[in-house]
């Protein structure tokens, strides 16, 4: 048992390492701005509740010359906000996508469809939820430049709000920068160091339709980190920085929606079934036996008891430079048990056939494709 104990402290404490590094290291855009044609691109489905705060936010922005919106098939008033929002301002327009082809998933033919429709030197994908701050899309293009970059994703600041956001939301972030080097990917172009957050990604146009588009990504339902992965495996620079106070995004309202979201993604992730299930190993042998595990007793219990704090420490550090509720990071047992449910739940949904379930439609796995 003490062998144990100190292998998991040893592990415990190397995500320390990897979390420090990212608070320390993960840089924002900086403040330089640039200058260039930029087409901001909207996919949305459904999205009639969200669409107000983002296009007011998208038409306070210097350098977006337009802004185009996929109505995706909704059946709530989105194209009526839309419409409403492009009589006051001629830069907004509707656009409305042909039915969903076989072997797309919804978003990345919205996000083709929108590309092949715009003009702009430089295309900004966001989501409906996503809010920019005013200088962001200027801070992002002044980034590029100084980076040589075709490729700029920012990872939003999330806004929380509910008992279930401020408890959960967090993990988000845990689950990323617990294994992901960020100060690393800045110096390294190796594709599996690729990584976006589908709420904000710039490319350059003329890169984008010579790499193939959405087109290269379409049967993926992660297809924001593919689509970087594939960026660098051709060998364009792209970088994924910490986007607070460029972008926010509220994602989900409700446990509902933690769950069904989070659902989605957490399997198709993995490019299969050993990288998930050697997740889902670590998950439960570094960042949840301990807490057990300590009341064992002994010097065992007590090497237990000092991994779990360094995995509560992490949490800790992580809600300093996120602004996260500090509570939940002390209630991190709940959280991680959650995330490995949801992780079985997602296994489970693609390997007994059902599919994933999102926005009114279904995607089977392997081969991905609608079913209505």
């Not at 420490?313 to 209630?331: D, M, Q």
Request: aromatic letters at 8%; proline letters at 5%.
């Amino acid at each position: 048992m003490i062998v144990v104990a100190i292998i998991l402290l040893a592990l415990a404490a190397l995500t320390l390492g990897v979390v420090g590094l990212n608070v320390l290291g993960w840089r924002r855009p900086g403040r330089e701005p640039g200058s260039g044609a930029v087409s901001l691109l909207i996919p949305a489905r459904n999205e009639a509740e969200n669409l107000p705060g983002c296009l007011e936010a998208a038409l306070a922005q210097r350098c977006v010359t337009e802004i185009l919106v996929a109505d995706d098939h909704s059946t709530d008033a989105t194209a009526e906000i839309v419409l409403g929002y492009a009589a006051r301002d001629s830069r907004l327009k509707l656009v409305r996508p042909e039915a969903l082809p076989v072997g797309w998933c919804g978003k990345t033919h919205a996000c083709q469809t929108l590309a092949d429709a715009a003009s702009g030197d430089w295309l900004l994908f966001i989501d409906a939820d996503a809010r920019l701050q005013p200088d962001a899309v200027p801070r992002m293009l002044g980034e590029c430049g100084k980076r040589n970059l075709t490729l700029l994703s920012c990872w939003p600041q999330l806004e929380m709000l509910g008992f279930f956001e401020r408890l959960l939301m967090p993990l988000l972030n845990f689950v990323l920068l617990t294994l992901y080097p960020a100060p690393l990917a800045a110096r390294r172009p190796d594709a599996r160091l690729g990584l976006a957050h589908g709420a904000c990604i710039l490319v350059h146009a003329e890169q984008y339709r010579r790499f193939g588009g959405h087109t290269r990504v379409k049967a993926e339902l992660f297809e924001d980190t593919r689509l970087a992965q594939l960026w660098r495996a051709d060998g364009m620079r792209s970088l994924c920085l910490d986007g607070t106070g460029v972008v926010s995004v509220r994602m989900y309202r409700s446990l509902a929606e933690i769950w069904s979201g989070f659902r989605k993604n957490l399997f198709p992730a993995f490019k299969g079934q050993a990288g998930f299930w050697l997740f889902m190993l670590f998950h439960t042998a570094v960042f949840l036996a301990p807490f057990g595990l300590m009341f064992v007793g002994g010097l065992a219990g007590a090497l237990f008891a000092i991994a779990a704090g360094l995995v509560v420490a992490g949490r800790v550090l992580l809600a300093a430079r996120f602004g996260h509720p500090l509570w939940s990071a002390l209630l991190h047992p709940i959280g991680e048990t959650f995330v490995l449910l949801i992780g079985l739940a997602s296994w489970l949904q693609v390997v007994t056939g059902h599919g994933i379930e999102w926005k009114g439609r279904r995607y089977l796995a392997p081969a991905i494709k609608e079913a209505a």
